[in-house]
T-cell receptor, first 114, second 113 residues
Framework: DGGITQSPKYLFRKEGQNVTLSCEQNLNHDAMYWYRQDPGQGLRLIYYSQIVNDFQKGDIAEGYSVSREKKESFPLTVTSAQKNPTAFYLC?????????????FGPGTRLTVL | EDQVTQSPEALRLQEGESSSLNCSYTVSGLRGLFWYRQDPGKGPEFLFTLYSAGEEKEKERLKATLTKKESFLHITAPKPEDSATYLCAVQAFSGGSNYKLTFGKGTLLTVNP
């Protein structure tokens, strides 16, 4: 059963801590994305990766870091430099170089700063 | 800069009362327009992709249409289970490999029995 999994579903962070959100897909997609969703705002792109060992900053990359060591995995680290990390984080994946390029989303991780 | 505006922000319907949601967009070159459904606390669920003016797609009680400036999501005889937030997003030809989606803020649809 193909899909995208994100873990954990809920995550609590103390001030000054780094936390890592997991995203795994078994759709054999090359491209993966991280978005942030805040109440009353549209989803905003944090980072994206088209191939293994390569990734690019999106619109709001400050305070975040990623890695892409495997095709199936694209973890996101929220660092202590992110001033307002409380949000709903969504991972997505898609085929590469298709037009249009449809992205499929995981179930999300809700991060709360204590 | 690509922009997407969805209206209304919220819509309340009676079961069986058909209506439409609007998505107005400005984009340099449209690669695709996407509709998603999002239930509370869940990730967006893909509904439709449209990419040329005049195109229409249907799925059960939903039909999406596209013009050069806007898209409509028509809901025919809705049921309470259609209650959700509907998101519209556009993807532009940017000349690179950034397949970024620009999202609207969504329309919260509530269907009362």
């Amino acid at each position: 059963d193909g899909g995208i999994t994100q873990s954990p579903k809920y995550l609590f962070r103390k001030e000054g801590q780094n936390v890592t959100l997991s995203c795994e897909q078994n759709l054999n997609h090359d491209a993966m994305y991280w978005y942030r969703q805040d109440p009353g705002q549209g989803l905003r792109l944090i980072y994206y990766s088209q191939i293994v060992n390569d990734f690019q900053k999106g619109d709001i990359a400050e305070g975040y870091s990623v890695s892409r060591e495997k095709k199936e995995s694209f973890p996101l680290t929220v660092t202590s430099a992110q001033k307002n990390p409380t949000a709903f984080y969504l991972c997505a994946s898609s085929l590469r170089d298709s037009a249009p390029n449809t992205q499929y989303f995981g179930p999300g991780t809700r991060l709360t700063v204590l | 800069e690509d922009q997407v505006t969805q209206s209304p922000e919220a819509l309340r319907l009676q079961e069986g009362e058909s209506s439409s949601l609007n998505c107005s967009y400005t984009v340099s070159g449209l690669r695709g327009l996407f509709w998603y459904r999002q239930d509370p606390g869940k990730g967006p669920e893909f509904l439709f992709t449209l990419y040329s003016a005049g195109e229409e797609k249907e799925k059960e009680r939903l039909k999406a249409t596209l013009t050069k400036k806007e898209s409509f999501l028509h809901i025919t005889a809705p049921k309470p289970e259609d209650s959700a937030t509907y998101l519209c997003a556009v993807q532009a030809f940017s000349g690179g490999s950034n397949y970024k989606l620009t999202f609207g803020k969504g329309t919260l649809l509530t269907v009362n029995p």
